[in-house]
Nanobody, 115 residues
Framework: QVQLVESGGGLVQAGGSLRLSCAAS????????MAWSRQTPGSQPQVVAS???????DYAHSVRGRFTISRDNAKNTFYLQMDSLKPEDTAVYFC?????????WGQGTQVTVSS
């Protein structure tokens, strides 16, 4: 089992930046990849960024060049740096981890970008 706890959401003006953090605990060594997803009301969650244990990253087209996913293995924490934020980035953001058998979700953190 893996437990994920996000922090760092909030309200920011368009053009601003936020950094989300996700602290992982439990069976850390079983994790194969980590990701950030977001969800708006009435929509399915969308993965916006992912990173493998080997360090390979991938981004949704809508955030490429503005968001950066990274990790700190010593702290068992991974991050989503969000720059040049737009009102359409407003959503609940979740951190995710998968171990090849299960897909884990954090509790979510609200990000609101005002215009």
């Amino acid at each position: 089992q893996v437990q994920l706890v996000e922090s760092g959401g909030g309200l920011v003006q368009a053009g601003g930046s936020l950094r989300l953090s996700c602290a992982a605990s439990g069976s850390i060594n079983s994790i194969k990849s980590m990701a950030w997803s977001r969800q708006t009301p009435g929509s399915q969650p969308q993965v916006v960024a992912s990173i493998t244990t080997g360090g390979s990253t991938d981004y949704a087209h809508s955030v490429r060049g503005r968001f950066t996913i990274s990790r700190d293995n010593a702290k068992n924490t991974f991050y989503l740096q969000m720059d040049s934020l737009k009102p359409e980035d407003t959503a609940v953001y979740f951190c995710n981890a998968e171990d090849g058998e299960y897909y884990y979700w954090g509790q979510g953190t609200q990000v609101t970008v005002s215009s």
